[in-house]
């Protein structure tokens, strides 16, 4: 069995990526968008932490948090909307993909992918890069032909901020560049 090992920074800024379970398309449901966004701000209100960029596709999200001084407990965070978010669409009727007798062991639902990946943003230059990739996610993924056409993502908070021009990574101005992220980025 793999040994996975987690970066724990006390106050730390981290990028992660959570997959539904088979890829499944969930969040193309408005109501799966509402229960998440849900568990997210009451999360946050339980345990403080910043998103700093955020883009949810309709299989996975990508996320930037930067937590409190002294604070490392993601794990605890992620688990919690997972949770939260898969009893309440469960609750609501939505669907599951189907579980294995260990799954089922595990009193895991068919919801979300186990596990998710994690990365420690080391300083403001991997923090910019990052917060493209997360931003031009639905370009990549042919969703749309501007980061500003996709509404689920935090690319017009950063515009409004002045950190991005509205027409920043659409396909008409040429595919934007993330080959040296490879060792941070998780699909």
């Known amino acids: 069995m793999p040994s996975y090992r987690r970066a724990f920074v006390p106050g730390g800024t981290y990028f992660f990526t959570i997959v539904t379970e088979g890829r499944a398309r969930i969040f193309d449901h408005p109501l799966a968008r509402i229960f998440l966004r849900g568990a997210i701000n009451e999360c946050q209100m339980r345990w403080p932490f910043q998103i700093d960029a955020i883009v949810l596709l309709p299989d996975h999200l990508h996320t930037i948090w930067s ?68 931003h031009y ?40 560049d993330f080959e040296d992220l490879s060792d941070v980025i998780s699909e």
């Open 67 to 134: 937590l409190p001084s002294g604070d490392s407990a993601y794990s605890r965070r992620l688990g919690w909307i997972k949770k939260e978010f898969t009893k309440k669409w469960l609750m609501s009727g939505g669907a599951e993909q189907i579980t294995t007798i260990s799954q089922g062991r595990n009193r895991r639902r068919g919801v979300w992918q186990r596990r998710f990946w994690e990365h420690v943003v080391s300083d403001e230059s991997e923090l910019e890069r990052i917060g493209d990739y997360i």
């Open 137 to 176: 996610n639905p370009v990549k993924h042919g969703y749309v032909s501007c980061p500003s056409a996709w509404p689920f993502s935090s690319f017009a908070r950063w515009v409004r901020l002045g950190a991005y021009p509205p027409d920043w990574g659409c396909s008409s101005l040429g595919l934007l």
